[in-house]
């Protein structure tokens, strides 16, 4: 391939432009809010105002990084490269996309002669720095094509090529299904010592025990350790946890496949109930309980709405 | 402390001893079935075949390391020590023990003017050559004398004295309800993974690539690689999971503090599971299905039992 583009510069489009730019590689970028342009073009970015520009300013054959979010502004960005680019071309999905999206649009791309690799990026904000693990699906000539720079994104040994269409985006949807349960493992054992007789213990040291030599040592623990540090109790949160798609796609696709995925689907219910201020099973099982045995319950605020 | 005493050679206590003698202290070493203490002479260890001898060839004050299964053999080991030891010397249980047992230990060691620690051990086979992660309970300058041992016995960093009296052991309770959850984390996955459209992936590979660089990289996924690198299907394995104590008494306890574990609960009672060829009540599920729908089941097969 001889260019680049990144469109979108989110927090992580915008990092793997930086990324790329630190590896002497030189992106066009595009983003739909324009103010966002002229920092990374003093980065040393090319930048481009329009989806057209864009693709003019590339040499082709190009490789196109959609980093939008995912569903309509991802659709909307994949039909209009989809008009602009040209034979031998590639489109690289690297939202935080259903894999069946992947499929489909791996397939209409490669109507046009236009190929097309789903690509599932970890590492977050510390991927621009540390390099990112990247989870592609495609063939393997447009993988190949296309691999000189997902290297340059990620960290030495941070890729593969998972399968051909969907797999890369199935397999960040496994890895994301993983997370939300090993964030609630952390997430329970902090919350039984936190309520224990030695929840005064200090956490922050304590993560960083457990992150030298012992069984549970890992790179999330690493950052609850950061989180303790600022704030020893975390008084300064609340205990709302979003949930952002793939968490509920993983559930989804155990349900279809018939596996078994207690941790992981227990994780994300019960980060819907931590998005709630009540729930209303739960004054069901309360109303009930007064029903049946008289127990007492509280009414609820009525400024709770 | 002038002198550390090993008391129980299983593969903990052994490279226990092997450890602090890589790091310049000579353990006395003592072990129920004397057959195994040719070899850690050998290593350069001092062996008692008795807990008397073990006593005799320790120079006050002393601290032995109890490293026997929990329940029945520690306690057996902590009675005949507490006859044994004099004041200031320092019993160390470095059982995977329940923390109530390290409580009312130290409350009976207390009363004769013997020192008592609880002490949780991380780390298992790996930790001879990387170093454990010992979280310890009990009076900080009690700690503070046993410290030398501990610290030759950790990796940099990994330790700490965790709160009073059965601290230690609650951390390593803790700590391993943790660990329960984020095996099922990734067993999950991986069972997602192996059961899709794209299960044919080379999934030693996959973890080395979520190794760098992803959010769900650490110890046990370096683990999984290398058991996927043994065996890439893991078809020589079954499927049955042991449990050791350590999550029963973590759900044990956090219902008793009525704090909500559904991950690490549920990845116990999945252990159960795996543990029975067949269950009573899913064969009462298929029974009510039959007798509610006419639906069909399967008979069970005679020489199950």
Chains 1, 2 share one sequence.
């Not at 499929?103 to 970890?122: H, M, N, P, Q």
């Not at 051909?164 to 493992?185: D, L, R």
């Not at 010592?193 to 030695?198: D, K």
Request: proline share 5%; hydrophobic share 40%.
């Amino acid at each position: 391939m001889h260019s680049i583009a990144i469109a979108g510069m989110g927090r992580m489009g915008g990092n793997m432009a930086r990324r790329l730019l630190a590896k002497g590689i030189k992106p066009v970028v595009w983003n739909r809010d324009t103010a966002k342009l002229p920092r990374l073009e003093a980065a040393g970015a090319v930048t481009a105002k329009t989806l057209t520009e864009l693709v003019l300013k590339m040499k082709a054959p190009r490789a196109v990084w959609m980093m939008l979010p995912s569903g309509e502004p991802t659709e909307t960005l994949f039909l209009g490269l989809l008009s602009l680019l040209e034979k031998g071309d590639v489109i690289i999905d690297g939202a935080n996309g259903n894999w069946n999206d992947a499929v489909r649009r791996a397939k209409k791309a490669s109507e046009t002669g236009i190929d097309f690799l789903d690509a599932g990026v970890s590492g977050g904000i510390w991927g621009l720095e540390n390099g990112y693990c990247i989870m592609t699906g495609g063939p393997k000539p447009v993988f190949e094509k296309a691999e000189p720079f997902i290297k340059a994104l990620c960290q030495d040994g941070g890729y593969m090529n998972c399968g051909g269409p969907g797999a890369g985006h199935f397999a960040k949807m496994v890895h994301n299904g993983i997370e939300y349960a090993m964030m609630e493992a952390y997430g329970e054992g902090f919350d039984l010592l936190h309520a224990s007789p030695f929840g005064e213990i200090d956490m922050a040291g304590l993560a960083s025990v457990w992150n030298r030599g012992s069984v549970i040592r890992s790179w999330l623990l690493e950052l609850a350790q950061n989180a303790f540090d600022k704030d020893p109790k975390l008084e300064n949160l609340s205990g709302i946890v979003p949930d952002s798609g793939e968490g509920r796609w993983a559930v989804e696709e155990a349900v279809r496949l018939g596996v078994p995925l207690p941790a992981i689907s227990t994780s994300l219910f019960k980060r819907f109930r931590s998005q709630m201020k009540d729930n209303f099973g739960d004054r069901l099982s309360a109303a009930l309980r007064r029903e049946f045995g008289g127990h007492g319950v509280e009414e609820r605020m009525k400024d709770e709405g």
